[in-house]
């Protein structure tokens, strides 16, 4: 009888593991244009796979430059995917080394005081992360 319930038990708990909607973490560090048209087009991609999932993009350093309106190319792609769970993150302090004011970003941008502070804590709650870039 132990045996059944511990077997039980363990299955509930594989099962219950397996349905949790993935929480993808995208780090991006860089300002290739190439990069960019590839990350709408991963993003999309995540959701046509994972409808459920949570998606969050930080953006830092030279990759800030992606969150930028006049990059609204790209911005303007995201955007009319109007997709569900996705954020765009980009960081402040990155944004004060460039001098880079928030009516900058894409205005469903938002920002966090350090990027890199932001994917130790995503990681930390167990989120996927990917490394964005060639």
Same mark, same amino acid.
């Given at each position: 009888m132990k045996k059944l319930l511990l077997v039980l038990l363990l299955l509930s708990t594989v099962i219950s593991y397996a349905q949790?909607?993935?929480?993808?973490?995208?780090?991006?560090?860089?300002?290739?244009?190439?990069v960019y048209k590839s990350i709408v087009n991963q993003i999309s991609n995540i959701k046509k796979e994972f409808p459920e999932a949570e998606v969050e993009l930080v953006c830092h350093g030279p990759g800030l430059d992606f969150l930028l309106k006049?990059?609204?190319?790209?911005?303007?792609?995201?955007? %009319?995917?109007?997709l569900k769970d996705v954020l765009?993150?980009?960081?402040?302090?990155?944004?004060?080394? %460039?001098?880079i004011t928030k009516e900058a970003l894409a205005d469903f941008a938002?920002?966090?005081p350090y990027g890199l502070a932001e994917i130790i804590r995503?990681?930390?709650?167990?989120?996927?992360?990917?490394?964005?870039g060639f």
């Open positions: 949790e909607k993935p929480r993808v973490l995208l780090h991006l560090q860089s300002a290739d244009t190439l006049r990059n609204s190319k790209y911005i303007d792609q995201l955007q %009319k995917m109007n765009y993150v980009g960081c402040e302090f990155t944004m004060s080394q %460039k001098k938002l920002t966090v995503k990681q930390q709650q167990n989120w996927l992360y990917v490394k964005l």
